[in-house]
Each structure stands twice: as structure tokens, then as C-alpha cells.
């Protein structure tokens, strides 16, 4: 661990963008039932199901868990006068973008919500961050899909990045090239997180586990692409959210060029082939009914922008924070059925 590592600091004002999505909410969480003072920006989009993002907020305004104080502002990043009245008003120490337009395959049919979210609203978080007396640290998210289809695994934070294959891909990289030149020239600290495949309750219902557990329980057919030939490294929330905050309170050191800018990624170190995950999904599934679950598979080729696998080397992150995500794909996967069969009221 860093000899000058910080631990959280709850008398700093935090801005999370995207503070009704999966990671965002779990960060404030974590942030408020620490004593934080926590500002959420969120446009409530209707990219996936927004009661789900309204069940998230409702969850954080419960006075009884949460000891910090919550205050959330519906708009858009890529609304440069919100941004700068946000960051004027509530002149936060450390800023979380995690606003962002999702999802791989929805970039082919919907570049345009790439563009405006993930190149234009981060711009103008960086600009807010430049022209801030009280910013100290920006944390963004990346994601491993920067690493595209490299065959050398596992991916390191070295590894050459620069051909990507999705959209999305192509703008989580420009955010990082976009920090970094903002980190040298206006001397804003500022941390990249790649993450590795997201899970958990409360998730995104978009992602494959997510709409899978719909399927299975619907008794439809799931599509297994590249024919089940494809590995994933997944992270539980719960690992991504340690890792975070281990970070927020820890401004880069400067390189050669006077730049305070460091990419880390946040992965389980233990890429699960896409077979096993499905057949720990149904266990999963099965036990919280009492029911044998079996899905009924679709075998079909590799979509466009998918890749075969990821695969996270975390050892920078565990040498400078200590940490290294290390949650189960089974015990993940059970904690997930099990609110999903709640919170669906399936029996």
C-alpha cells in the first residue's frame, strides 16, 4: 500500500454523477452510511427501467440508514450550464463521473447518445474541474473494454489500447486521453477506473446475467453468443465499490510529463467462462425458488463489438491500495437471485 495512503474522508463534499445508476448508487451508499455529504447528479434516462433508478434514490434518502447528507439533481452532464451551477454551488473536494452512456451493443444502433454523453458531458466535467478552487481529485469511469480484442492476457494498464472495437470503447478511451491532457495542462489530480463486467443486486438490466434471470424465470430461450466460447472477468458491486473508495481520497503521483493521471482497472482477477456462469446462475436461481431452474439455450455466433474475453491484472491496484476484488462468482450470483426473486416477486 502507498506509504501515503488516506483513508476516506467524510468531512469532504462528494459529486457522483450518475448517481441513480448501479454504481453510483452503491457508491453513495457507501459514502452516506460513512457520514458523507453526497451530491447526485442524474438525468433518470430511460435506457432501462427507471423505477428501478427511482427504487435506488428512494433507498438513499432513508434518514434511518444513511448518517450523511443526500441532495440529488435531475439533469444531464452534457448540459454545461447545470454543470458549472452544480459545481458552483455545492463546490465539491472530490467529483465521481460515472455518468455515461452504457452498453456495447446498443453503440451500434445509438452512437449519437455516445457522443453527446460520454465525449461531451465529460468534457464539460472536466471543464467544471478546471475552472474549480475546491476540486482535488477527479475519479472517472473507464472500462475494460478499452482493451478490445488484445489477445495477451491479462490486461494490464500498459497494454497498448488503441484499437477498439465498439463505440463505447472509442469513448471510454477518449476520456482517458481527454484526463490526462487536462491532468498536465490545468494540474487537475484525476484517476481512471477500468471496470470488469459489473454485477450484483440491484443491477443493470441490460447486462447479460440481469436479463437472462428474466428468461429463465419467463421459461424463454437465452442467447449464448460466440456459442458459449467466451470468458468474463466478473466483479461484484461490492468489490468495485471498495476499490473506489480506497481511491477517492488519493490523488495520483505526478509522471515525467507533470501530470497527476493514473488508470487502474477493477477486476476479479478470474475471468469465469460463460457456460459456468450461466450454470451458476441457475443454481443460484434454483435454490432461492426451491425449484430445478435449467434455462433453454440459443446458440448463436459473436455479435459486432463483442470480444471472446477480459481479463483484469489488478496487481497495480493492489499494490498502492492494498486491495484486490475477491467475491465469488457463486456467492455473487446468490446474493443477486436472491433480491431478484424479491424484488420481481417471482416464486
Not at 455545492?90 to 452512437?111: E, F, M, T, W
Not at 465498439?166 to 490545468?186: D, G, Q, V
Not at 490523488?251 to 450461466?278: C, S
Request: hydrophobic content about 35%; overall charge negative.
Amino acid at each position: 500500500m502507498r506509504a501515503d495512503y488516506k483513508e476516506l474522508d467524510n468531512t469532504k463534499t462528494y459529486l457522483i454523477t450518475g448517481a441513480a445508476g448501479f454504481i453510483g448508487y452503491f457508491l453513495a451508499k457507501r459514502l452516506l452510511e460513512q457520514g458523507c455529504r453526497v451530491i447526485g447528479i442524474d438525468n433518470m434516462n430511460d435506457y432501462y427501467d427507471v423505477a428501478l433508478k427511482h427504487a435506488r434514490l428512494e433507498d438513499l434518502r432513508k434518514p434511518d440508514d444513511n448518517t450523511g447528507q443526500f441532495t440529488l439533481i435531475k439533469g444531464d452532464i452534457s448540459d454545461k450550464e447545470m454543470v458549472n451551477f452544480v459545481f458552483n454551488k455545492y463546490k465539491p473536494s472530490i467529483v465521481v463521473n460515472l455518468a455515461a452512456q452504457a452498453g456495447v451493443r446498443y453503440s451500434i444502433d445509438n452512437p449519437d447518445a455516445y457522443i453527446q454523453s460520454n465525449i461531451i458531458g465529460f468534457f464539460n466535467i472536466l471543464e467544471a474541474c478546471r475552472h474549480s478552487k475546491s476540486v482535488e481529485h477527479l475519479v472517472y469511469a473507464s472500462s475494460s473494454s478499452v482493451y478490445g480484442a488484445n489477445k495477451k492476457v491479462p490486461f494490464s494498464e500498459d497494454d497498448f489500447v488503441d484499437n477498439p472495437v465498439s463505440l463505447y470503447a472509442a469513448t471510454k478511451k477518449s476520456n482517458e486521453l481527454m484526463a490526462y491532457t487536462y491532468s498536465h495542462l490545468y494540474k487537475i489530480p484525476a484517476t481512471g477506473l477500468r471496470f470488469f463486467t459489473v454485477y450484483g443486486p440491484m443491477g443493470r438490466p441490460d447486462m447479460a446475467y440481469f436479463s437472462f434471470s428474466h428468461k429463465i424465470m419467463a421459461g424463454e430461450p437465452i442467447k449464448v453468443f460466440n456459442h458459449g466460447d467466451m470468458y468474463r472477468d466478473f466483479t461484484y458491486i461490492d468489490d468495485i465499490v471498495t476499490g473506489v473508495e480506497r481511491i477517492l481520497c488519493n490523488t495520483p503521483v505526478e509522471d515525467e510529463m507533470q501530470a497527476q493521471h493514473k488508470v487502474y482497472n477493477i477486476g476479479n482477477n478470474k475471468p469465469e467462462q460463460l457456460m459456468y456462469f450461466i450454470e451458476s446462475l441457475e443454481k443460484a436461481l434454483s435454490k432461492v425458488t426451491g425449484k430445478s431452474i435449467v434455462a433453454e439455450k440459443e446458440y448463436l455466433p459473436m455479435q459486432m463489438g463483442d470480444v471472446p474475453r477480459t481479463y483484469a491484472d489488478t496487481s497495480e491496484l493492489e499494490r498502492d491500495f492494498g486491495f484486490k476484488p475477491s467475491t465469488s462468482i457463486e456467492d455473487g450470483l446468490m446474493r443477486f437471485a436472491e433480491w431478484f426473486v424479491g424484488y420481481y416477486g417471482y416464486c
